[in-house]
Each structure stands twice: as C-alpha cells, then as structure tokens.
C-alpha cells in the first residue's frame, strides 16, 4: 500500500503565503515525478507544478513566480511555496506522484493524496 498525505492548506488573505506539503509513505522502492495539481469549483483538475526525481521544475503559467516546488527525496516528501496568493488560486490542491513499489520494482504507477484545501479571500 502506497499513501500520500496532503497537509498545510488553510484560509488567507490575497497576498499571503502558504506551504503545502504531501509525505509518501508505504510499500515504496523509488518515487520518480512529483506534483502538484489543483481543482476550483466547477473547474477541471489542473497541473500547477511538477518535479522530477532529480529535481527539474515546470509550472502552470499562471503560478510562474510566484509558486515554487521542492522535494526531499529522502523524506519522500514534496512542498509547494505559494507566495502572492490570490483568489483565483482558491482551490483543493492534490499531491500526485509515480511510484514503484518493492513488489514491481520496475513498474511506476500514479498515485493521488485525498487533497487539501486552500481558500484566498479578498
């Protein structure tokens, strides 16, 4: 069993900053990508940022500059800085990341946390 943990969202004025996290845990032999996506009311899911196991970003053009992502590989655990947030970033922002566990070493799977909240008032 894989699990992915979300935590750090919360309500905060436009303006402020938060920071997520998403710890992996279970039956893990490598983690390769890690990501960010996030989903508004009456929207579809979308990418915010992503990064690979060794490292290398990309972001949605709307968060350019003023989100970052990182990860601890060794803490199996991804972090999303959100800086300048506004309220079209409200939204439940979901941790995503390409597994292989001890069983299939050789075989990545995606797996999804249960999301986190952020709300960005006005």
């Known amino acids: 069993q894989v699990q992915l943990v979300e935590s750090g969202g919360g309500l905060v004025q436009a303006g402020g900053s938060l920071r997520l996290s998403c710890a992996a845990s279970?039956?893990?032999?490598?983690?390769?990508?890690m990501g960010w996506h996030r989903q508004a009311p009456g929207k579809e899911r979308e990418l915010v940022a992503g990064i690979s196991r060794g490292g290398r970003t990309n972001y949605a053009d709307s968060v350019k500059g003023r989100f970052t992502i990182s990860r601890d590989n060794a803490k199996k655990t991804v972090y999303l800085q959100m800086n300048s947030l506004n309220p079209e970033d409200t939204a439940v922002y979901y941790c995503a990341a390409s597994i292989a566990s001890w069983n299939r070493p050789d075989s990545f799977d995606n797996y999804w946390g249960q999301g986190t909240q952020v709300a960005v008032s006005s």
């Open positions: 279970g039956n893990i032999f490598s983690i390769n990508r």
